[in-house]
């Protein structure tokens, strides 16, 4: 293989090994020691100021309503979400962010801010826009590679 393509592997592999790692330890501070790295992205999809139903959150997780059910029962118990059945259907449950929740999902946005600053300091416009093209390609792989979509593989890649 040539360089580029082991200095690209290198990244990748430290990077996604290291990522929700780092996160946790940068997120769940001393005031939020009481959930998870997961409960904070749970936090996250359920979103300031607005109710969300179950499914929405659960696909947008992709986890299924079970699994994001025990998760919220926690995060009830802990005060970070309310639950609300809806009033015309009351097989739909509504969930939200109580005001601790919202000081969670603002300091984990916080440092998505600061994730972003930093991988973007020094880059030129042109160098931000190719960033963003690889990224978003490498996102559309992993995308298509659980959706179960076939993903072709590029035997001569950066060769």
Same mark, same amino acid.
């Not at 309310?82 to 097989?91: A, L």
């Given at each position: 293989?040539?360089?580029?393509?082991?200095?690209?592997?290198?990244?990748?592999?430290?990077?996604?090994?290291?990522?929700?790692?780092?996160?946790?330890?940068?997120?769940?501070?001393?005031?939020?020691?009481?959930?998870?790295?997961?409960?904070?992205? *749970?936090?996250?999809? +359920?979103?300031?100021?607005?109710?969300?139903?179950?499914?929405?959150?659960? =696909? &947008? $997780? !992709?986890?299924?309503?079970?699994?994001?059910?025990?998760?919220?029962?926690?995060?009830?118990?802990?005060?970070?979400?309310?639950?609300?059945?809806?009033?015309?259907?009351?097989?739909?449950?509504?969930?939200?962010?109580?005001?601790?929740?919202?000081?969670?999902?603002?300091?984990?946005?916080?440092?998505?801010?600061?994730? *972003?600053?930093?991988? +973007?300091?020094?880059?030129?416009?042109?160098?931000?826009?190719?960033?963003? =093209? &690889? $990224? !978003?390609?490498?996102?559309?792989?992993?995308?298509?590679?659980?959706?179960?979509?076939?993903?072709?593989?590029?035997?001569?890649?950066?060769?």
């Amino acid at each position: 293989m040539n360089q580029t393509y082991d200095m690209f592997n290198e990244i990748l592999v430290k990077l996604f090994r290291d990522i929700m790692d780092i996160e946790g330890k940068a997120i769940i501070t001393e005031e939020f020691q009481d959930i998870s790295n997961n409960d904070m992205h *749970i936090i996250e999809a +359920i979103g300031m100021n607005e109710k969300k139903n179950m499914s929405t959150v659960a =696909k &947008a $997780l !992709s986890v299924t309503i079970g699994t994001l059910t025990i998760a919220i029962n926690s995060l009830v118990k802990k005060g970070y979400v309310n639950r609300v059945r809806s009033e015309q259907d009351r097989r739909v449950v509504y969930i939200s962010l109580t005001p601790k929740g919202e000081k969670a999902y603002k300091h984990h946005e916080e440092f998505h801010r600061q994730m *972003i600053l930093a991988t +973007i300091d020094g880059l030129s416009e042109e160098e931000t826009r190719v960033l963003v =093209k &690889a $990224l !978003s390609n490498l996102n559309d792989f992993f995308r298509n590679m659980t959706s179960g979509r076939d993903v072709t593989f590029h035997e001569n890649l950066l060769m």
